[in-house]
Nanobody, 119 residues
Framework: QVQLVESGGGLVQAGGSLRLSCVAS????????MGWFRQAPGKEREFVAF????????GYADSVKGRFTISRDIAKNTMYLQMNSLKPEDTAIYFC????????????WGQGTQVTVSS
């Protein structure tokens, strides 16, 4: 069973930046895409960004477009989320997950990393 581990969260002031990482415990496992999601207190988990693993095609939620950048390092088996111009409303636990095919649901959720943006 592949495990995904997120890191890089922390406390930052509004306007600041953070870079999150998501590392897979197994180097050789197939995946179509990986994604970042977040869940704020009292709210449902929401999509943030995705990247297809081989082609590197990306997509973003409107709320983060232009501020966040998703990327992956195939050699390091790691996905990143560069978050710039952070806002207090970006405060949430950030999770990474993978999907095996275009139509498959995301699975193998990590434990999450807390991002707190102070105003």
């Amino acid at each position: 069973q592949v495990q995904l581990v997120e890191s890089g969260g922390g406390l930052v002031q509004a306007g600041g930046s953070l870079r999150l990482s998501c590392v897979a415990s197994t180097r050789t496992f197939s995946r179509y895409a990986m994604g970042w999601f977040r869940q704020a207190p009292g709210k449902e988990r929401e999509f943030v960004a995705f990247i297809t693993w081989n082609a590197g095609i990306t997509g973003y939620a409107d709320s983060v477009k232009g501020r966040f950048t998703i990327s992956r390092d195939i050699a390091k088996n790691t996905m990143y989320l560069q978050m710039n111009s952070l806002k207090p409303e970006d405060t949430a636990i950030y999770f990474c997950a993978k999907k095996m095919t275009l139509s498959a649901p995301y699975d193998n959720w990590g434990q999450g990393t807390q991002v707190t943006v102070s105003s």
